[in-house]
């Protein structure tokens, strides 16, 4: 092989090389940005909190459920469940302290206060067998809500008919798995309480 082939081969070599060195130095760069915004992505609900808000108070849910009310079409499902509103007090508590973004304190130390009444506690069936019997239902538990900024004594936010729920069925189906109403009700409290703690920390 003569010269000419030669250099032709070494410059096919280093071009080559080069191409290589290219494409590690775009996968470095695209693996760093995909890093730098996962870490971002978790920590995103802190940022989007006030940096003067670091502790909340949840004051006990009131029922405000009507019981006394005249069934008609529109409220047939509508029942009454005994002590649901301190067991959505207790769900929201605990989510906050899961949470970590706000930290439950006493009305005295706190910087945020939240506010909540329970309007609607509903057992909606979505599907029947063959005999008319109900196989699948709803829970919905509907609650108004309000978030306060102590200090100031300045509403920041109100949510009313703000919604938890949860589906499940009562025999086995292809579908899924029987639940009983109890399971069913403390599966629909931590959607609840999940939703109104995102709500409190997401952008205002």
Request: proline share 2%; with cysteine; glycine share 4%.
């Amino acid at each position: 092989m003569g010269s000419n082939g030669l250099r032709k081969t070494a410059d096919i070599g280093e071009g080559e090389m080069k191409r290589m060195s290219l494409q590690k130095s775009i996968l470095l760069v695209t693996s760093y940005s995909l890093l730098v915004t996962i870490i971002g992505c978790g920590y995103t609900t802190r940022s989007m909190i006030s940096s003067k808000f670091h502790t909340i108070y949840i004051t006990p849910f009131v029922n405000k459920v009507d019981i006394t009310r005249e069934t008609d079409a529109a409220y047939k499902y509508r029942i009454y469940r005994p002590m649901l509103e301190t067991d959505i007090t207790k769900k929201d508590t605990n989510k906050y302290l899961f949470d970590g973004n706000l930290r439950p304190v006493k009305t005295e130390s706190a910087d945020l206060i939240l506010k909540g009444e329970l309007v609607e506690f509903r057992r909606d069936p979505l599907r029947y067998t063959d005999n008319d019997e109900v196989e699948e239902y709803r829970i919905n538990i509907v609650v108004n809500i309000s978030l306060w900024d102590k200090k100031e004594d300045k509403l920041v936010w109100q949510e009313n008919n703000f919604t938890g729920d949860f589906t499940y069925f009562t025999s086995f189906t292809t579908s899924g798995t029987p639940k009983s109403e109890d399971v069913a009700v403390n599966d629909a409290l931590d959607d609840l309480a999940r939703r109104i703690v995102e709500r409190t920390v997401e952008q205002w």
